[in-house]
């Protein structure tokens, strides 16, 4: 039996497109309505053909649903939650999958009183964005969390937990605070590092940008990478994920710090140290099947 | 006709024994003799079948060579020119793969007194290290950066870009300390960057190892590739290139301190406005043939 019978998807870009057909591929007959803010995205999808219907707004899109999922940035969560309230039938759960956990179960929670508001964090995607950007196999072999609520309805939890691992993912349940702690490591610090260096690297007056860019394969491509993704969404991340990012670039600068000291005075050994201790992660992660072990990952 | 008849390379790491590799395909009839301090290396390239011939030392590999190319850390270079500098023909060029050039540039001119040493650098490289990582293409659609010192014989600086031109790179000709600066910031910050977050993340006491490795593929594992690198050269590389380094680390902290008050003051204008431009960069690398334009590298 399917956990879900009747989805609604709000939101359609690289998560929320990936997810239609990711729930297309895995669960043909699950009925599936979908709806975005943009005039042009809509009719975008409804081109590409991944849902069963389009709806013009996103109140009109989760009439009759049993599962409602937002795809949209943390920051848009309160305006689409009053939105939907209004036409949620009795019993739907409402989830989204957003980067940051404790400020969206809080304020759709808020939103939506009475509801089985069931937070999730899909942790997977790439620098691109748009319908046209997702695939059905996003999911695959990746990790998502679930931070259900105190006092959250377990069958429901195990129901979306079910959904999710019929998209190929697994699952791992979580408090939200401590997702946030987690991702701010994982996703939140490297994004921010990533945005930094390539904004550094592009206001300097002695190596020009076309410097930077040409001999880009000694490094510094692979932060562009990461430094390419959703400018909007990556803004609500670090506004709504605040004190667990600022605890961590502390940290961060901290070490870098000492690391600067280390190349000021030559210490040789402290770098050599480092640098061996970092290999260890790396190997981990393949071993995990978090990356592939190819090198230069393949390129 | 060939650039170079006999090579010798002094090295056989990863850059070493891929450039065994690709001479051999490139330009099949040279006579090439390598050699490596360890042993078990010399043994292991013998076996792999890549050079013509394994001298037991760095002297005996260079005799008769008319091109020799040292592939070892930056801070071994001034004894292996101790070592081949009584065994060198006339006329011999001496150039190296180094990512620093100004201090290999002094190092070797002072030990090579009357040879021509023209220190060069590929930009090109990947996460793993020793002989069996090399292969043939590694340098194909890269850049070589010669650095010729003032005074370098024209016809030799030519007949070196020949012999990079034959193994697929495009090279370009720079001063040493521009290269140094340029390189600073294409390489050698993001690799202390990147080894200085995987250090951080591995030290914290609320999120443990595990978890960051589980969900790493929210950003996290493309810092721990270039983190994975020979620690040893690296070192080499922070100790050789200092005062660009820390000029740059300074600008880059500089940067991250701003991002985190925006953050902190919520901000939010200007972190897009930031997020935004850094995904034209991106754009041009791609553009420029540097980096993939496959969704999250194509993994």
């Not at 709000?10 to 979908?34: C, K």
């Not at 400020?103 to 089985?116: D, E, T």
């Not at 990556?234 to 000492?258: I, K, P, S």
């Given at each position: 039996m399917l956990p879900f019978a009747r989805v609604a998807i709000i939101g359609m870009g690289l998560?929320?497109?990936?997810?239609?057909?990711?729930?297309?591929?895995?669960?043909?007959?699950?009925?599936?309505?979908?709806?975005?803010?943009?005039?042009?995205?809509?009719?975008?999808?409804?081109?590409?053909?991944?849902?069963?219907?389009?709806?013009?707004?996103?109140?009109?899109?989760?009439?009759?649903?049993?599962?409602?999922?937002?795809?949209?940035?943390?920051?848009?969560?309160?305006?689409?939650?009053?939105?939907?309230?209004?036409?949620?039938?009795?019993?739907?759960?409402?989830?989204?999958?957003?980067?940051?956990?404790?400020?969206?179960?809080?304020?759709?929670?808020?939103?939506?009183?009475?509801?089985?508001?069931?937070?999730?964090?899909?942790?997977?995607?790439?620098?691109?964005?748009?319908?046209?950007?997702?695939f059905s196999s996003l999911f695959k072999g990746r990790w998502c969390i679930i931070t259900p609520?105190?006092?959250?309805?377990?069958?429901?939890?195990e129901r979306l937990s079910e959904f999710w691992r019929r998209l190929g993912s697994k699952v791992?349940?979580?408090?939200?605070?401590?997702?946030?702690?987690?991702?701010?490591?994982?996703?939140?610090?490297?994004?921010?590092?990533?945005?930094?260096?390539?904004?550094?690297?592009?206001?300097?007056?002695?190596?020009?940008?076309?410097?930077?860019?040409?001999?880009?394969?000694?490094?510094?491509?692979?932060?562009?990478?990461?430094?390419?993704?959703?400018?909007?969404?990556?803004?609500?991340?670090?506004?709504?994920?605040?004190?667990?990012?600022?605890?961590?670039?502390?940290?961060?600068?901290?070490?870098?710090?000492?690391?600067?000291?280390?190349?000021?005075?030559?210490?040789?050994?402290?770098?050599?140290?480092?640098?061996?201790?970092?290999?260890?992660?790396?190997?981990?992660?393949?071993?995990?099947?978090?990356?592939?072990?190819?090198?230069?990952?393949?390129?």
């Amino acid at each position: 039996m399917l956990p879900f019978a009747r989805v609604a998807i709000i939101g359609m870009g690289l998560i929320g497109s990936s997810l239609a057909r990711a729930v297309r591929e895995a669960m043909p007959t699950v009925q599936l309505t979908v709806s975005d803010a943009s005039a042009a995205v809509r009719e975008r999808v409804a081109e590409l053909g991944i849902a069963d219907d389009v709806a013009d707004n996103a109140g009109a899109a989760v009439v009759d649903a049993d599962l409602v999922i937002l795809c949209v940035p943390v920051g848009a969560m309160a305006e689409v939650a009053a939105e939907i309230g209004p036409e949620l039938a009795p019993d739907t759960v409402v989830s989204d999958v957003g980067s940051v956990k404790e400020s969206v179960a809080r304020v759709l929670g808020a939103a939506l009183p009475g509801v089985h508001v069931i937070p999730a964090h899909p942790v997977a995607g790439t620098e691109k964005s748009g319908p046209d950007a997702g695939f059905s196999s996003l999911f695959k072999g990746r990790w998502c969390i679930i931070t259900p609520p105190p006092r959250a309805d377990e069958v429901m939890v195990e129901r979306l937990s079910e959904f999710w691992r019929r998209l190929g993912s697994k699952v791992d349940l979580m408090d939200a605070p401590h997702h946030d702690r987690v991702l701010a490591v994982t996703s939140h610090l490297p994004h921010l590092i990533a945005y930094s260096i390539v904004g550094t690297a592009s206001d300097l007056e002695e190596v020009t940008k076309s410097e930077v860019i040409k001999y880009s394969a000694g490094g510094f491509r692979d932060f562009t990478r990461i430094a390419a993704s959703d400018p909007v969404m990556w803004r609500d991340v670090f506004l709504n994920n605040r004190e667990a990012v600022l605890e961590l670039l502390g940290r961060f600068t901290e070490d870098l710090v000492a690391l600067q000291r280390a190349i000021r005075w030559s210490d040789g050994d402290a770098l050599e140290s480092l640098f061996t201790r970092t290999r260890a992660i790396r190997r981990s992660i393949i071993d995990e099947g978090q990356d592939t072990e190819k090198p230069d990952f393949g390129r």
